[in-house]
């Protein structure tokens, strides 16, 4: 996982570029995405997908009944292939 860690002006979202990306369900993540969604970041070792400022600048509060540690942008990562 990402490690939430303090901010400066001069940080940008965690997108490494690989050659392959693992496959879930028979689909994977695509570099290109980074291109259509600036703030995305990969987390290469949850094979997710995560929202760049939503994990650096959330407060500790509850987003639709989770808690700060079970949003899917936040701190699992999201990874619905099938329809990004």
């Known amino acids: 996982m990402i490690q939430n860690i303090s901010m400066n002006k001069n940080e940008k979202p965690v997108q490494p570029m690989l050659?392959?990306?693992?496959?879930?369900n028979n689909r994977n993540f695509q570099s290109s995405y980074y291109n259509k969604f600036n703030w995305l970041e990969y987390s290469i070792s949850n094979d997710a997908?995560?929202?760049f400022s939503c994990r650096h600048f959330s407060s500790s509060g509850n987003f639709r009944?989770?808690?700060i540690g079970n949003a899917a942008y936040i701190d699992r990562g999201f990874k619905c292939w099938r329809n990004p």
């Not at 050659?19 to 879930?24: E, R």
């Open 19 to 24: 050659l392959i990306y693992p496959k879930t």
């Open 49 to 51: 997908v995560l929202c």
């Open 65 to 67: 009944g989770q808690t």
